[in-house]
T-cell receptor, first 113, second 113 residues
Framework: DTGVSQNPRHKITKRGQNVTFRCDPI?????LYWYRQTLGQGPEFLTY????????KSRLLSDRFSAERPKGSFSTLEIQRTEQGDSAMYLC???????????FGPGTRLLVL | AQSVTQPDIHITVSEGASLELRCNYS??????LFWYVQSPGQGLQLLLK??????LVQGIKGFEAEFKRSQSSFNLRKPSVHWSDAAEYFC???????????FGQGTTLQVKP
């Protein structure tokens, strides 16, 4: 068990560009979650998957954001037409099923110039 | 609305002193309760969790927390702080099996030698 991994760890982009982040959960974990954390704040829930189904999306997830988990294993989070306000740490977590402990990855830090 | 409040943004204690970090939540029923720790550049690590049963729960690294239903609180304690405990601490709740963690703003712990 290697834990939750996220790539890249850091991303610098210019406003208006698209970015994509990847999350590999702990193997055999059915649930996968995305959170966003801005400086000085706690993480905020964005969305989560049960296997390949996206079960809930936060209102924070504007139409520029899209997440997928095509085969129920890894997940990608894409941000289109990035804005400076998108600068944050994007955290991924996984758990075996609902109501169980979520294990977090190291995060991807995004800076939009 | 469901919320988590960590009243202390920043706490400084001397090494060897006791520690208590406060957490209050707003939710109609008893949610699942968690404490996570985040060191600089690291992901979130689970310290302990409360789902039901004994209201005093033990965690890793010598931490414990007590759930008090009457006060809607879940305070984190440690009898003797070590310099390596300096980090940011987050209290989180999961409204029953929703899969969505709601985090507090966090408390930054500084440890004086």
């Amino acid at each position: 068990d290697t834990g939750v991994s996220q790539n890249p760890r850091h991303k610098i982009t210019k406003r208006g560009q698209n970015v994509t982040f990847r999350c590999d959960p702990i193997s055999e974990h059915n649930r996968l979650y995305w959170y966003r954390q801005t400086l000085g704040q706690g993480p905020e829930f964005l969305t989560y998957f049960q296997n390949e189904a996206q079960l809930e999306k936060s209102r924070l997830l504007s139409d520029r954001f899209s997440a997928e988990r095509p085969k129920g294993s890894f997940s990608t989070l894409e941000i289109q037409r990035t804005e400076q306000g998108d600068s944050a740490m994007y955290l991924c977590a996984s758990s075996p099923v609902g109501g169980e402990t979520q294990y977090f990855g190291p995060g991807t830090r995004l800076l939009v110039l | 609305a469901q919320s988590v409040t960590q009243p202390d943004i920043h706490i400084t204690v001397s090494e060897g002193a006791s520690l208590e970090l406060r957490c209050n939540y707003s939710y109609g029923a008893t949610p699942y309760l968690f404490w996570y720790v985040q060191s600089p550049g690291q992901g979130l690590q689970l310290l302990l969790k409360y789902f039901s049963g004994d209201t005093l729960v033990q965690g890793i690294k010598g931490f414990e927390a007590e759930f008090k239903r009457s006060q809607s609180s879940f305070n984190l304690r440690k009898p003797s702080v070590h310099w390596s405990d300096a980090a940011e601490y987050f209290c989180a709740v999961e409204p029953s099996n929703t899969g969505k963690l709601i985090f507090g703003q966090g408390t930054t712990l500084q440890v004086k030698p």
